[in-house]
């Protein structure tokens, strides 16, 4: 089946600077690539996704990159702020109205 | 729209007991899903329903059952607890295969 893999799976970077988190799947049928954020408590959020017909997508400080060939997508956030501090996942799918294989987590820290 | 509504918030059962969770969406969406959330882990699915009518088994199905009542309604029930279901469960549902829209999740305990 499925299988996501994230990388990795904590993270510390200083206010301002970039963050990379990075995800590899094992089906090439998978289309639908998306990225959850999740807070302290809290319900996962969709942050930004992507679709195998596109390379990248951009959203504001948020970026997503993909490469098929390669079978892996990452998640850029630029200009980090302590808001953004919370645990990320991706997550890949094949088909519509499909099961969603969700990878095990980046906790990301901003350090002040 | 109340989104995706989960009950109830908290629940603590002693092995060997059931209970059912209650999962419902006014969003008209046709999937319905669950999770569980075991501490500093990642999201594990327990059991989807890709429409009214289906429902299939996911990563971690077994101690559960399901039932998709209706296109609002998905439950999931623990028919014989054990310590290792502690966990927190969530609910998720999907128009089209795309954004999930998330409950609140449901924190259990099992002593």
Not at chain 2, 29 to 52: C, F, K, T, V
Request: proline letters at 4%; hydrophobic letters at 30%.
């Amino acid at each position: 089946g499925e299988n996501v893999e994230q990388h990795p799976s904590t993270l510390s970077v200083q206010e301002g600077d970039s963050a990379v988190i990075k995800c590899t799947y094992s089906d090439s049928a998978s289309n639908y690539f998306p990225w959850y954020k999740q807070e302290l408590g809290k319900r996962p959020q969709l942050i930004i996704d992507i679709r195998s017909n596109v390379g990248e997508k951009k959203d504001q400080r948020i970026a997503v990159t993909l490469n098929k060939t390669a079978k892996h997508f990452s998640l850029h956030i630029t200009e980090t702020q302590p808001e953004d501090s919370a645990v990320y996942f991706c997550a890949a799918s094949k088909s519509s109205a499909s099961k969603i294989i969700f990878g095990s987590g980046t906790r990301l820290s901003i350090r002040p | 729209n109340a989104g995706v509504t989960q009950t109830p918030k908290f629940q603590v059962l002693k092995t060997g007991q059931s209970m059912t969770l209650q999962c419902a969406q006014d969003m008209n969406h046709n999937s319905m899903y669950w999770y569980r959330q075991d501490p500093g882990m990642g999201l594990r699915l327990i059991y989807y329903s890709a429409s009214e009518g289906t429902t299939d088994k996911g990563e971690v199905p077994n101690g559960y059952n399901v039932s998709r009542l209706n296109k609002r309604e998905f439950s999931l029930r623990l028919e014989s607890a054990a310590p290792s279901q502690t966990s927190v469960y969530f609910c998720a549902s999907t128009l089209a295969g795309d954004e999930q829209y998330f409950g609140p999740g449901t924190r259990l305990t099992v002593t």
